[in-house]
């Protein structure tokens, strides 16, 4: 059996509000394999962004293990930590967090330039990727000449530009009509699958969840299957 992309072991995070302890996560045991698409569900306030900022490597605070690809990210300084979310991890938010005075082409190749990547190849990947979720026209268009549906398909190309082997998408069509949002989603979903990474996907949407490979929900802090 091929290891585990993601494992966290008794993962748990409170918070002090008040003089009272938060339990935000209560041990949380997960694995996601090798391409696997996992939909996290839960209320807002569950902790789904709690739960996703931890395996991002971006928040500390969290007590437990969380193992990537086989790395102890505790065992990392913050050098190693910057590596392994550079090498292994894309990010999709609520938010496109596209750079408004670069065209869709630019903001998807400046996640591949940040890695080293050589111009030429970053733009061919990014030309790749914009194409096949149907953006092949609009390459050239900066956020504000694109719609909502649009500029969450070039963060969702951004996101997959170094063929990361997990991705963590936040809600990721949380600000997007139902109808814009369920376009999104399955070309998220149908690009996943052709580049082979595994993901984790938090979202409100059970219809949307079950196009997934599996469904997890977060309850009082604890994983459950859904």
């Not at 569950?46 to 505790?74: D, H, M, P, Y």
């Amino acid at each position: 059996m091929s290891e585990a992309v993601l494992q966290t072991i008794g993962l748990a995070r409170h918070f002090e509000q008040g003089g009272a302890r938060i339990e935000v996560l209560r041990g949380v045991d997960l694995a996601i394999a090798p391409g696997e698409i996992v939909a996290l569900l839960g209320p807002s306030g569950s902790g789904k962004s709690t739960l996703l900022q931890a395996v991002g490597l971006l928040e500390g605070g969290f007590s437990g293990r969380i193992r990537i690809c086989g790395e102890e990210a505790g065992q990392l300084d913050e050098a190693g930590r910057t590596r392994l979310r550079r090498q292994r991890l894309g990010f999709v938010y609520q938010f496109h967090h596209l750079l408004p005075d670069f065209s869709a082409r630019e903001n998807v190749m400046l996640a591949g330039l940040v890695a080293g990547v050589a111009p030429a190849a970053a733009s061919a990947r990014a030309d790749e990727l914009l194409g096949a979720l149907g953006l092949g026209a609009r390459l050239t268009h900066k956020p504000a000449q694109l719609s909502g549906g649009e500029q969450q398909r070039v963060a969702v190309a951004r996101a997959l530009a170094n063929r990361p082997a997990l991705v963590l998408a936040d809600e990721p069509t949380g600000n997007l009509d139902e109808a814009t949002a369920t376009l999104v989603l399955v070309a998220f979903i149908d690009l996943v699958r052709s580049t082979g990474s595994a993901a984790l996907v938090a979202t409100h949407n059970l219809e949307l969840a079950r196009r997934m490979d599996r469904v997890v929900s977060l309850h009082q802090g604890r994983l459950v299957a859904a």
